[in-house]
């Protein structure tokens, strides 16, 4: 039988109408989440990618902003670019897209984020809140994935888990969200010896390698439920994944398709972390405030 095919166009229809609502509620109380997005230089792929992601903050009411850099920009200057968003009381959450020119170090261009402001979840506080399971920015992609499970119904406890691929953007990530849901995680990646020993142990398998077509359908345990993190083009130009659809959709219960699938989920989660961080600095605000009424009524203190 035919898997049932989890449709990310429709998932996150429904997570943004939710998010809209929200966007309404904190803008009635004076803050209008906002995010800014960093280009630099004229990576087309990457244009695509951005313009996607503003205009799905306009949609549900978001402040957005894209500031786009010539190529030959230096570190120092898209430095100080961020060192004044960090301060932007309208902006909530920087994103710099990926990936960046030659000349420009991103682990130190990620670092320069505030972390109250990384929603993208990549900074070294974000990552090591994933890891000790603190509060923190998750990497949207991933998350985008867990939401999908959720939304099956998928219990992942004492599951076994396979996550193909070890970035530090989905993989690793990935491998960290599913442990903490309580299944047994195995993580695969270029050098593991036998790949399809390993896969077909899934009941979970997350490919995300970026080679078209890699997981085939004799890979895959029937049942299981495959998520397809791939964005690759084929001859023809037009967009596939990392699985061959067509076959293991009739082995999967569950399988997610591209496009159409994971793709739209790592957007509707850049806009669930941009909320969360609008509404943590709608919070300090209100404690703040508070503390400024509770310090002017406070007696003043008697003279010795
Ligand atoms: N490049 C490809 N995917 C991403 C992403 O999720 N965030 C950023 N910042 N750059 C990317």
């Known amino acids: 039988m035919s898997a049932n095919i989890i449709d990310g166009r429709q998932l996150s229809h429904t997570l943004r109408q939710d998010y809209g609502q929200r966007v309404k509620r904190l803008a009635s109380q004076g803050v209008t989440p906002g995010l800014a997005v960093l280009?630099?230089?004229?990576?087309p792929a990457s244009q695509v990618y951005v313009k996607n992601k503003v205009l799905?903050?306009?949609?549900?009411?978001?402040?957005?902003?894209?500031?786009?850099?010539?190529?030959?920009?230096?570190?120092?200057?898209?430095?100080?670019?961020?060192?004044?968003?960090?301060?932007?009381?309208?902006i909530h959450g920087i994103l710099v897209q990926l990936p960046l020119p030659p000349q420009i170090d991103p682990q130190s261009v990620?670092?320069?984020?505030?972390?109250?402001?990384?929603?993208?979840?990549?900074?070294?506080?974000?990552?090591?809140?994933?890891?000790?399971?603190?509060?923190?920015?998750?990497?949207?992609?991933?998350?985008?994935?867990?939401?999908?499970?959720?939304?099956?119904?998928?219990?992942?406890?004492g599951k076994h888990a396979v996550v193909v691929g070890r970035s530090n953007i989905v993989?690793?990530?990935?491998?960290?969200?599913?442990?903490?849901?309580?299944?047994?995680?195995?993580?695969?990646h270029s050098q593991t010896a036998d790949l399809k020993a390993?896969?077909?142990?899934?009941?979970?398998?997350?490919?995300?390698?970026?080679?078209?077509?890699?997981i085939k359908a004799d890979m895959v345990q029937p049942g299981a439920v495959v998520l397809d993190v791939g964005m690759n083009r084929d001859e023809q130009g037009k967009l596939c994944g990392d699985v061959d659809f067509a076959a293991v959709k009739e082995v999967?219960?569950?399988?997610?398709p591209v496009p159409g699938g994971v793709g739209p989920m790592?957007?509707?989660?850049?806009l669930a972390n941009t909320l969360e961080a609008a509404q943590?600095?709608?919070?300090?605000?209100?404690?703040?405030?508070?503390?400024?009424?509770?310090?002017?009524?406070?007696?003043?203190?008697?003279?010795?």
């Open 39 to 43: 280009l630099v230089g004229q990576n």
């Open 56 to 90: 799905a903050c306009k949609e549900i009411g978001m402040h957005s902003v894209l500031l786009e850099f010539e190529a030959d920009m230096t570190q120092a200057r898209l430095l100080q670019e961020i060192d004044r968003l960090n301060h932007d009381a309208s």
């Open 110 to 157: 990620i670092q320069a984020i505030s972390p109250l402001k990384d929603v993208d979840g990549f900074n070294l506080e974000s990552a090591g809140g994933l890891m000790c399971g603190t509060k923190s920015f998750w990497p949207c992609t991933p998350h985008g994935c867990l939401q999908m499970l959720d939304a099956i119904g998928f219990d992942l406890k």
């Open 171 to 188: 993989g690793k990530p990935m491998a960290l969200m599913l442990l903490q849901r309580n299944a047994t995680v195995t993580i695969c």
């Open 198 to 214: 390993q896969t077909l142990q899934a009941d979970v398998l997350v490919a995300a390698v970026g080679i078209r077509h890699l």
């Open 252 to 256: 999967a219960s569950y399988i997610t």
């Open 266 to 270: 790592t957007i509707t989660m850049l």
């Open 280 to 304: 943590t600095a709608l919070s300090t605000l209100t404690d703040l405030s508070a503390q400024t009424v509770h310090a002017a009524h406070k007696p003043p203190t008697p003279r010795a």
